[in-house]
Structures are given as structure tokens and as C-alpha cells.
């Protein structure tokens, strides 16, 4: 009698735990969360009282968006280490959607208020237009930096990367420097050292983040001196160091370059260039 009393029926288990009656029907029919109790006659759910703690982890993952495969494999484990890692898994898919989103939304804003093209040039979204048997002149090492530089960028956005692609990731970003260090100017290779920390930043690589980080200031206050770099550039650059400490667990540091890029952000005068530092200091691991 005792052990029936301990049941409580689906609605009340939903109340407490937050779980709606038609998701914990899906979960059941998933085995992700099966009822303590099914009555033969009626087909009325009953859970006990000990499944509550499962069933708010599940509700709070939901919450969170996390897939019910890895849900799934969140409740497979009792170490407390193991599921940290499919959290930590799950938290590096959501930063590459929103660097994928930032991005979006910044390339839209560009292109509503016609700051670039609706059709861009063919010879700038292409590495096949390019001859490279022959010896390359400054225009296709921009063309080269500028579709390396984009391609960098699909894949820091994608979710799932191979090693392989991790690979061409890093080799893409460097490259795409190299050739900016062709054709062009300090603001250019700023910006392509920013690249390359940010892609280390994203694999939580912190030694090389900090040091491409570093040389990316360097080159933006050059810049800045020379008169050659946006109002943006300097913003940019110490998000960059702000984002290459928080990955090496340097806290403190962390936040005084975050506060330092957003004391430059009141300089950029263009709320399109503004948000996308604004979002980037907004997703610091801090």
C-alpha cells in the first residue's frame, strides 16, 4: 500500500516537475522516461516520487535545447565529469550558431542599407577562379585572403566539425593572413591575426590565442597611428584578447579587456559595425 502511495499521477508529476503531459508521453514512447506504473485497464501514467530529480534534468536540459540523443546519453552516466563533457559538447554547438547568426545579421544589415552587393563578385566567392600554377598577383592574393578569410568562417560556425575540418580551419586562417600579408595593408593583417585567434579561441587553445591576440592589437593600434584602420578596429582587437584570456582562465584579465572593448565601442559611430563586437563581448566564457 505504501509503495502505491508513493505514485503520483501524470498531471501532478507534470505540475512538479515542469514537464508537459503530452512531452511526457513522447518521453515514454522514447524510453527516455518510462512511468513507474501503467494501469492495464485505463492506460493512466503513474511516476514515482524518486523520478522527479530525472525528470527536472530533463525538463532543464530541454530548456536549454539540448537533443534528447544527448539527453539520452546524459542520463546513461553517473559521472559527474562525463556529463559535464555532453554539456560542454552541447554549449559549443549553441557559440557556433550564434557566431553563425551574429555574422547573418551583420551581413543583412550590409546589405539592406547597400553597403555591399546583393550578388557579390564571382572572383571573390571562389578559390576555382583562381590560377594557381602561375604566379599570383596582388589582386588574387586579396582574392585569396578574402574567400580563405569566408571560408574560415563557415567553419568556425559549423557545429560538428571533423578533425579534418578543425584542420583546414586553422590552415585556412593562417593562409588567409599570408596572403592579406601580400596585398595588404597593417589594418588587413590585424584583422587576419583576429581571425586566427578567434579560431583558437573556439578549439580553447589559449597559448596561440593569446599570441595571434596580442599581434592583432599590435597591428590595430599601428593602424590606428597610420590613420588606415575603422573606428572599429581597435574594439575588435581587444575583444580578441578579452575572449584569448577568459579561454586561458585568466578571469580578471578577461574582463578588463572585455571592459576595455566596450569603452571603445561608444567610438563606432555605424550601429551595424557596433553590434557584432557588442554580441561577440556578450558570449565571453567569463
Given amino acids: 500500500m505504501a509503495e502505491m502511495d508513493d505514485l503520483l499521477p501524470i498531471g501532478r508529476f507534470a505540475r ?14 522514447l524510453d527516455l522516461l518510462r512511468p513507474a506504473d501503467v494501469d492495464r485497464d485505463t492506460g493512466y501514467r503513474r511516476y514515482r516520487r524518486g523520478q522527479l530529480e530525472q525528470a527536472r534534468l530533463i525538463a532543464r536540459l530541454r530548456d536549454l535545447e ?11 552516466t553517473d559521472d559527474p565529469a ?18 553563425r547568426l ?13 553597403k555591399e552587393p ?33 571560408r574560415v568562417w563557415t567553419l568556425i ?9 578543425t584542420d583546414e580551419m586553422i590552415h585556412a586562417a593562417h593562409a588567409s593572413r599570408y596572403h592579406w600579408s601580400k596585398a595588404g595593408t597593417t589594418v588587413n593583417l590585424g584583422r587576419g591575426e583576429w581571425q586566427i585567434a578567434r579560431v583558437y579561441s573556439v578549439l580553447r587553445r589559449s597559448e596561440p590565442a593569446l599570441w595571434h591576440a596580442g599581434r592583432c592589437l599590435a597591428y590595430a593600434e599601428a593602424a590606428i597611428a597610420a590613420g588606415e584602420a575603422e573606428d572599429w578596429d581597435l574594439a575588435a582587437a581587444r ?48
Wanted: proline content about 4%.
Fill in 16 to 29: 512538479l516537475t515542469g514537464l508537459s503531459i503530452g512531452a511526457l508521453r513522447h518521453y515514454d514512447e
Fill in 66 to 76: 539540448v537533443p534528447l540523443d544527448e539527453i539520452r546519453l546524459v542520463l546513461a
Fill in 82 to 99: 562525463g556529463q559535464r563533457r555532453r554539456v560542454e559538447a552541447h554549449r559549443a554547438r549553441v557559440e557556433a550558431r550564434i557566431t
Fill in 102 to 114: 551574429q555574422r547573418v545579421h551583420h551581413v543583412l544589415g550590409q546589405l539592406s542599407q547597400g
Fill in 118 to 150: 546583393l550578388v557579390p563578385d564571382s572572383e571573390t566567392t571562389t578559390l576555382l577562379a583562381l590560377d594557381l600554377d602561375h604566379d599570383l598577383d596582388a589582386a588574387a592574393h586579396r582574392r585569396l585572403g578574402v574567400a580563405l578569410f569566408n
Fill in 157 to 165: 560556425e559549423k557545429a560538428d566539425r571533423s578533425p579534418a575540418e
Fill in 239 to 286: 575583444e580578441g584578447m578579452a575572449r584569448a584570456a577568459a579561454v586561458g582562465g585568466d578571469v580578471a584579465e578577461a574582463i578588463r579587456w572585455r571592459d576595455l572593448a566596450r569603452s571603445a565601442l561608444a567610438e563606432i559611430d555605424d550601429p551595424d559595425d557596433r553590434e557584432p563586437i557588442e554580441g561577440d563581448l556578450a558570449t565571453l566564457p567569463i
